[in-house]
């Protein structure tokens, strides 16, 4: 079974950056979830996937897993690409293209 460590992606429901500065460290399910057929429920008998574990470094995260003899994969978190575009910049002087309604 593999673990995998990651950053969590900023949910897209907030602007901050909240809940995104640690590393996560979980595992791949080893088997395929099951609809469970009176209740219509699905489950799952691997234990592991329930396992959600957090560190403050990435470094952390690989040093629990080589201790434990545990394989893992790192997923290395890719850089925002935002812009700042403020109000203001609707009425600038400079605007490339003049602002009409």
Same mark, same amino acid.
């Given at each position: 079974?593999? /673990?995998?460590? #990651? %950053?969590? /992606? %900023? +949910? ?6 909240? %809940?995104?500065? $640690?590393?996560?460290?979980?595992? *791949? ?5 099951? @609809? ?14 329930? @396992?959600?574990? !957090?560190?403050?470094? %990435?470094? *952390?995260? @690989?040093? #629990? ?5 545990? /394989? #893992?994969? @790192?997923? *290395?978190? !890719? ?10 910049? +609707? ?9 009409? $309604?």
């Amino acid at each position: 079974m593999i /673990a995998r460590i #990651y %950053k969590p /992606a %900023k +949910n897209a429901m907030q602007s901050g950056t909240a %809940k995104t500065r $640690h590393w996560v460290l979980d595992f *791949e399910p080893s088997e395929p979830r099951r @609809v469970e057929p009176l209740m219509g429920w699905t489950s799952s008998g691997d234990t592991r996937a329930q @396992v959600r574990l !957090k560190f403050d470094t %990435k470094e *952390e995260a @690989v040093a #629990y897993c080589e201790a434990r003899g545990i /394989a #893992y994969q @790192v997923i *290395e978190p !890719k850089p925002a690409t935002r812009r700042t575009i403020a109000y203001a910049d +609707n009425f600038a002087a400079g605007r490339r293209s003049p602002w009409t $309604h």
